[in-house]
Structure formats: structure tokens, C-alpha cells
């Protein structure tokens, strides 16, 4: 595929094989990503108690969402696949933002009153991460 000055895939449609390729990328930086922020969810609901751990965990959600974002832009996506992309890094973010201000609780009582925040900032991640598998002939994602 032609790249342009900036990086992103000149006007032409993507060939077959290219959005194949792009597909691949995409489901291998998706499933990786949705492993390490299910382990983190996963443990940050198990235990209830450990404030540390669950900083931790919060801390590293944040920093995977950031990564996946990051390799997100460095995919050469169709044009409008792109715009979508674009979307769904700044909703990444403002969830991986809101992470960070959780994991700065100072208790698990104000940790716990940042959970239906969190939950609420899932919504607009998954809508962009609907939209753009369906752009890219993907199926949609088997969880939420």
C-alpha cells in the first residue's frame, strides 16, 4: 500500500491482501491487549481488600490501554478506518486517565467510588471497537 508523508495509506482502496494484513495486526494487538486488561479486571474485583494490589492493577490497565493505542496508530488502515481509530484511542485515554486517578486512592472506599466510572467509560471504547472490526471485516468481539 502507498504511505503517504505523514503515514497514513494514500486515498487508494486497500487491496484485498491489505486489508487482510491489517486485520491480522489489528486482532493480534487487540487480543493481547483484552488478555492483559481482563487479567487486571479480573484480579482488581478478586481482591477486595489490597489497596496496593489494586493500584496495581489499575496502574497496568492504564499503561495497556496507552500501548495498545500506540501500536493502534502505527497500523495502516484504510482512510476511514483511521478517523475510527483515532476515536477509539482518545476514549482509550480518557479511560486509561480515569485508571490513573483511581489508582491515586488513598482508600479502597475511594477506589470502589470510582467503579461505575470506569464501567460507564467502557461504553464508547466498545462502540469504536465495534465500528472499526466491522470497517476492517472483522467479526465483533466475542466480550465486552
Known sequence: ML????GSAA???PS???RVAVSR?????AVAGNRHLEHDFDGLRADHSDLALARTYLRD?????RLFDERLLKLDLPAAAEVVARLLVSANESRARLADKAAASTSIAELRGFESQLTAANAPVEDA???IRSMLGLPPPETS
Open 61 to 65: 490497565a492504564a499503561a495497556t490501554e
Open 129 to 131: 471497537v465495534r465500528v
Open 11 to 13: 486515498s487508494r482502496a
Open 25 to 29: 495486526q489489528y486482532l493480534a494487538i
Open 16 to 18: 484485498p491482501a491489505d
Open 3 to 6: 504511505i503517504t508523508a505523514c
